[in-house]
């Protein structure tokens, strides 16, 4: 594959840096409210939720516990394979802690529906999902997500943390991919 300039393979700008900015403020200030007092265990799906991760623990005010965990599932593909991999898990104790999973996007639902059922038998006192985007369209039995920041039609976006084949992560935006480039 022939990486040339990364932003001349952007089709489109779906979000710009001062929309992800304004949505992921609002996401931080609904998280505050609803963990004021507590001391939530934010957990970062590595990679791609690397950026939003950040962001939003920092519009956060309550006290908390990061980690961090990776799964994969596309291995470099634009659909999932069906196989969720936990490729590295986190070292805390869950039991009795208010866990958060953070994801940049959701689309088969697989991998947060993966992540659910095992946090779960850890005891938790909850265990709540957050996804950036959320691509749901056409998919009525798919896994719900608790909070979203935004829903995206079936296209194949990078940046911001969201890849192809590892490239376009650092894009400051969020844009749909130019075909030629995957396909
Ligand atoms: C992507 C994304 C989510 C998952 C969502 O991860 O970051 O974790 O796919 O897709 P799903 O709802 O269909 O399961 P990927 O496996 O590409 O790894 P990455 O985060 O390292 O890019």
Do not use: W
Request: glycine share 6%.
């Amino acid at each position: 594959m022939l990486i040339r300039n990364e932003r001349k393979d952007v089709k489109y700008v779906m979000f710009t840096r001062e929309q992800i900015a304004a949505r992921t403020r609002e996401l931080g200030a609904e998280l505050s409210k609803k963990y004021a007092g507590k001391t939530p265990l934010m957990i970062c799906v590595l990679r791609g939720a690397a950026f939003f991760f950040t962001d939003l623990c920092r519009e956060m005010n309550t006290l908390m516990e990061i980690d961090f965990i990776a799964c994969s599932s596309y291995f470099g593909n634009t659909k999932s394979t069906g196989t969720v991999q936990l490729v590295k898990d986190s070292t805390v104790d869950m039991s009795g802690r208010d866990v958060v999973i953070v994801e940049d996007i959701i689309d088969s639902g697989l991998t947060l529906d993966y992540l659910v059922k095992i946090f779960k038998t850890r005891n938790p006192a909850s265990v709540t999902t957050v996804t950036l985007l959320d691509k749901d369209v056409d998919k009525p039995n798919r896994f719900h997500v608790d909070y979203y920041g935004f829903k995206i039609p079936d296209e194949f976006v990078v940046g911001y943390g969201l890849d192809y084949a590892d490239y376009y992560r650092n894009l400051p935006y969020i844009g749909v991919l130019k075909e030629e480039c995957y396909k």
